[in-house]
């Protein structure tokens, strides 16, 4: 018994503790604070908010059509950044264009990349481009232009590009 008597204060504390965390924990509880929560948003005094995800909720994927004679361009839609992650597609001319060059600018710095086509599997099957990851960044209101590399400027070539990345909010 005298053991007992040693260990009463340790359980009584413990049982004790247990009891406040059950509490404190419950449902009930954190309604009540929640409850007491004021937040003031005001232009002097912004609420902080945070994108979690640009690419699922403003994506952006579109298709240019650049042949020899012509670039194609997009236009960024002003207060947007343009983040362009993958870039795909082919030509189905006579297999003398070697890549596409994507031209724009970012962070008023211009900035290219160039991305070559595949060998023809066949001479007539269509060349693809490399598939290829990138991390481009276009500004607002700044127009991206993509131009192919070709060395024969009478190809009549037909080639798609295929653009794909998300937008981010400028401001």
């Not at 127009?143 to 009549?156: A, C, G, L, P, R």
């Amino acid at each position: 018994m005298t053991r007992f008597k040693s260990f009463r204060p340790i359980l009584i504390g413990a049982a004790s503790a247990c009891a406040v965390l059950a509490l404190g924990l419950s449902p009930r509880v954190h309604a009540v604070a929640s409850a007491l929560v004021t937040v003031v948003n005001t232009s002097a005094n912004p609420v902080t908010v945070a994108s979690v995800d640009d690419r699922v909720a403003q994506p952006a994927v579109f298709r240019v059509y650049p042949n020899v004679r012509a670039y194609a361009t997009f236009v960024v839609p002003a207060g947007k950044r343009l983040v362009i992650t993958s870039v795909s597609g082919w030509n189905n001319g006579n297999g003398s264009a070697s890549g596409i060059d994507i031209d724009l600018v970012s962070n008023n710095l211009g900035n290219t990349q160039t991305i070559p086509f595949g060998a023809a599997q066949s001479a007539t099957s269509l060349r693809h481009l490399m598939n290829e990851n990138v991390f481009l960044v276009a500004d607002p209101g700044s127009t991206v232009y993509f131009t192919v590399t070709d060395s024969d400027y009478n190809d009549s070539a037909g080639i798609n590009i295929d653009v794909h990345g998300y937008y981010v909010s400028a401001s």
